[in-house]
């Protein structure tokens, strides 16, 4: 009966209520598309950073990552790799030798990072082959680089010709080599597309003069939200006065930050919206009891409670954000795994001014359900705040001013 | 038996800046059975005497008591139960709840008073009958005229068989001939159903019709004659 009253009262004015189902409706679809884009955009930017490079976790000498210098670079044992590839939800650990060289060919020289891998592990960890765009991919014995496109192109340089690295090794010992380019590889992320130059370990270790010596152990974690907990296993199953072990959220504090206040904005921006469409939904809210008060007094002089008219009420504004809620998640619902599944690539000048932010001109989507679950919840919980007016205004009501009309 | 009665009634509205007096001193008692009209021009109080006689409004002063109650006693709760039970109003319009039929806005009151569906829908029906609206029990208020809108009011306030009816100028949007037809009907409601009427007017026509006729002017009662 109730439940009548609520329905039928709310198409009563079938405009006003579509308008306001579409109001609603609009701010969860668009809330939870933007909330996509931003969530798809960290996942795409913790896996370009991390998953293609960093690994979601590694383990170092005690004291590295303040100074990452190859004094801090520690004996390769085998039992150590050993651990830390048989631990749970560790999907590939790879050995690694990091630091610095300048690199130059013909006139030209630039700074940049060198990176000892041992190729078939780090392509199971960042998938190095399939990045490569020119030539062919290191054997764990050539003494042959691959190196980032946008370094070749700097220097000038291509498949066959032969950089010289210049740096300082362990202990300060010199070190200098001349490596003939073997491949090129290409990274979206151009801080690293412009200075990468991968060696295979042991001619890194000789370059270096750090024989048998490695400054990390890069590793992949079955699910990025698994992190943490591999990180505290392996704090407990190695020796902490000699490794450190980190996540990728201590090992990319940049990339935190920026996602944090890339949320932070998002944030605002949802609540500037919901702001808004709090003030249209409020105004509904408004006109429905102030036009129906002499209804409700009348209502109330034949024998109605004033709860159960705080009920019918209630039900009406509950049921508008509903649909409302409903019907935005039902159009974005779709929208958005289209776009998961085809993510934005921008061209031309929108490109270039990404990548001039050092960020790759894509604009992915995510799937989270949390996305959908979040809007919809938010959006609900001000339309019941909001329902509280018209409780209000019926508790107040008087009948005798409310049927003078 | 007086079923009403009302001692010294006065009723002061203060929500304006200037007070308004709507009710000085106003005596009354009415027996069961009456068909009685308040009448005098607008302005006069006769909403106000009505609405206080039907609990929906309280006296500034003086006592009232109805079926035997004081129900200046009584608690919000207990005197919506108790217009729900022992008073049926009709207002001058729009007294229909619009988004139900005809039949719902009858039942509605039984639904409130928690009767059994058979019950509900016999009486809706019989009720809809007795006021000539058989054939339009499930059209809706805008669906209806003006008269047959406020038949469906009678028939509404008659749903819970209470002993009063409160009718606060039933007939003030009817042309001439649904006037004539809805006091016609009221006094054959009065008469097969034993309810008390009470209703106010300023229609020559409809104060013709009634047994006993109370005229105010300025919340004063001028007058107050029964009819032989
Ligand atoms: N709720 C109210 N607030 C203020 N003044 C009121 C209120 N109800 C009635 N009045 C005033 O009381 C007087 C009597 O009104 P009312 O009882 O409605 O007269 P009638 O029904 O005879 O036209 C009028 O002057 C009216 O303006
Ligand atoms: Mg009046």
Redesign the interface.
């Known amino acids: 009966?109730y439940f009548k009253?609520a329905w039928?009262?709310i198409w009563?004015n079938k405009r006003r209520t579509w308008i306001t189902v579409a109001a609603i409706g609009f701010a969860v679809f668009f809330s939870s598309f933007m909330k996509s884009a931003q969530l798809g955009s960290y996942e795409r930017m913790i896996d370009n950073v991390a998953r293609f490079f960093t690994g979601y976790a590694q383990v170092h000498a005690l004291g590295y990552w303040d100074d990452k210098t190859l004094d801090f670079s520690f004996e390769a044992n085998e039992d150590l790799i050993h651990t830390v590839r048989k631990s749970a939800h560790v999907e590939v650990a790879a050995p690694r030798i990091e630091s610095f060289a300048l690199a130059s060919f013909v006139n030209q020289t630039k700074g940049s990072l060198v990176l000892g891998i041992d190729p078939e592990a780090e392509n199971q960890l960042t998938k190095l082959k399939s990045k490569l765009v020119a030539g062919d991919y290191l054997e764990a014995d050539d003494k042959a680089v691959l190196i980032g496109e946008g370094l070749a192109s700097y220097l000038k340089m291509d498949v066959g010709d032969t950089l010289v690295m210049i740096s300082t090794g362990f202990h300060g010992v010199n070190a200098a080599g001349k490596y003939v380019v073997k491949g090129l590889v290409k990274f979206p992320t151009p801080d690293m597309n412009n200075q990468i130059i991968y060696l295979p370990l042991r001619e890194a270790q000789w370059f270096y003069g750090a024989e048998n010596r490695l400054t990390n152990i890069a590793m992949i974690v079955d699910q990025v939200d698994n992190t943490n907990m591999v990180v505290d296993k392996l704090k407990s199953e190695l020796d902490t006065e000699i490794y450190e072990i980190m996540g990728w959220e201590e090992l990319l504090p940049e990339l935190v930050e920026s996602i944090e206040l890339d949320y932070v904005g998002g944030l605002i921006m949802r609540y500037i919206l919901y702001t808004v469409i709090a003030f249209g939904i409020f105004g509904t809210f408004l006109m429905m009891v102030n036009e129906r008060k002499?209804?409700f007094g009348?209502?109330?002089?034949?024998?109605?409670?004033?709860y159960?008219l705080q009920i019918v009420v209630f039900m009406e504004t509950i049921l508008i954000a509903i649909t409302g809620t409903i019907m935005g998640i039902l159009v974005s619902l779709p929208l958005i795994v289209y776009f998961y599944f085809n993510p934005i690539y921008f061209t031309g000048e929108y490109a270039t001014m990404f990548e001039s932010y050092g960020m790759e001109p894509i604009m992915p989507f995510s799937m989270d359900s949390e996305i959908f679950t979040g809007q919809g919840t938010a959006v609900l919980i001000i339309a019941s705040i909001l329902a509280l007016y018209p409780l209000f205004a019926i508790f107040r009501l008087k009948?005798?001013q409310a049927?003078?009309g | 038996m007086k079923v009403i009665k009302a001692n010294q009634l006065t009723k002061v509205y203060n929500e304006s800046k200037i007070p308004v007096t709507a009710l000085s001193g106003v005596d009354i008692e009415i027996s069961e059975g009456e068909f009685t009209a308040i009448v005098g021009p607008s302005g006069s109080g006769k909403?106000t005497l009505l609405?206080i006689i039907?609990g929906?409004?309280n006296p500034t002063s003086g006592y009232i008591e109805v079926g035997g109650l004081d129900i200046s006693t009584l608690s919000?709760?207990q005197l919506?139960?108790f217009?729900?039970?022992n008073i049926?109003?009709v207002?001058q319009s729009?007294?229909l709840?619009?988004?139900?039929t005809a039949k719902e806005n009858v039942t509605?009151?039984l639904?409130?008073?928690k009767k059994s569906k058979q019950e509900m829908n016999a009486r809706a029906e019989e009720l809809l009958n007795k006021v000539g609206l058989g054939d339009r029990m499930n059209n809706r208020p805008n669906e209806l005229s003006g008269g047959q809108q406020q038949r469906v009011a009678v028939a509404?306030?008659l749903a819970?068989k209470p002993k009063f009816i409160l009718a606060d100028e039933p007939t003030a949007n009817l042309d001439s001939v649904s006037t004539a037809n809805l006091l016609d009907l009221m006094a054959e409601m009065n008469a097969t159903e034993k309810a008390t009427f009470v209703f106010s007017t300023h229609d020559q026509r409809v104060i013709d019709k009634a047994r006993r006729v109370i005229t105010l002017e300025d919340g004063k009662i001028k007058s107050d004659e029964i009819k032989s």
């Not at chain 2, 709840?97 to 139900?100: A, F, H, K, M, R």
């Open positions: 009966m009253l039928r009262n009563r002499y209804e009348i209502m109330m002089a034949v024998g109605m409670h004033r159960s009948i005798n049927i003078r | 909403s609405n039907g929906l409004d919000e709760n919506i139960d217009r729900m039970n049926g109003f207002f729009y007294n709840i619009p988004v139900l509605f009151i639904l409130l008073q509404r306030a819970s």
